[in-house]
Structure formats: C-alpha cells, structure tokens
C-alpha cells in the first residue's frame, strides 16, 4: 500500500507564493506521472498541473499558466507545485495524485481511478 502526504499549504495575501510539497512512500515515483489537483468549496475537484516521470511533459490548468510550477526530484520520491502571484480564486484544498501519462500531453490531467484521495493541503489566498 502507498500513500502521498501534501504539505506547505497556508494562508497567504494575493500577490503571495507558496510551495507545496507531495512525499510518496511504497510508490516508487521513478515510474509515475504525478499530479496537482484542488478543490474549492462547492466546486468540482480539477487537475492544476501534471508531470510525467522524467519531468520532460508538463500540463498546466489555464488559469495557473505563467504562475505555477510543477517539478519532482524522483531522488527525493517528491513532487512540487511552485505557486506564486496567487489570486483568492486559488482558494482550495490541494491534492497530489498519480495520473494517466497521456494525460500529461492531452487537454487535463486525468487521476488514476483508482486513486484514494488523501487529506490534501489547504490554500486560503485573502488580504
């Protein structure tokens, strides 16, 4: 049995950045596509950024392009998400995920089914 553990989450002003952190332990990220999800209140969950195993294809959510920054250091069996110029519409829990590798290329980063959310991390963006 695996498990990932997202951590950096907080309060922040607009304008602000964060760094959350994704650690893996039983899954060797060597192997997986990994992705950044969030969750506001009252709204769907949605893909933020994936990453495939090399770190070579990189998919973003629109709305984050320019501002988030994907990256993992398999050494470390963690993945990040650099989030910086951050807006109240950021508000959410976010969660890391493995995901389907071709989804790292198609129009949203797509979890694995079978995947058993964790306890996320919160983002609260206000002044």
């Known amino acids: 049995q695996y498990q990932l553990v997202e951590s950096g989450g907080g309060l922040v002003q607009p304008g602000g950045s964060l760094r959350l952190s994704c650690v893996a332990s039983?899954?060797?990220?060597?192997?997986?596509?990994m992705g950044w999800f969030r969750q506001a209140p009252g709204k769907e969950r949605e893909g933020v950024a994936c990453i495939n195993s090399s770190g070579v294809r990189i998919n973003y959510l629109d709305s984050v392009k320019g501002r988030f920054t994907i990256s993992r250091n398999n050494a470390m069996n963690t993945v990040y998400l650099q989030m910086n110029s951050l807006k109240p519409e950021d508000t959410a829990v976010y969660y890391c995920?493995?995901?389907?590798?071709?989804?790292?290329?198609?129009?949203?980063?797509?979890?694995?089914?079978?995947?058993?959310w964790g306890q996320g991390t919160q983002v609260t963006v206000s002044s």
């Open positions: 995920a493995p995901v389907v590798a071709k989804s790292t290329v198609q129009d949203r980063c797509a979890p694995w089914e079978s995947y058993s």
């Open positions: 039983g899954l060797n990220l060597d192997y997986y596509a």
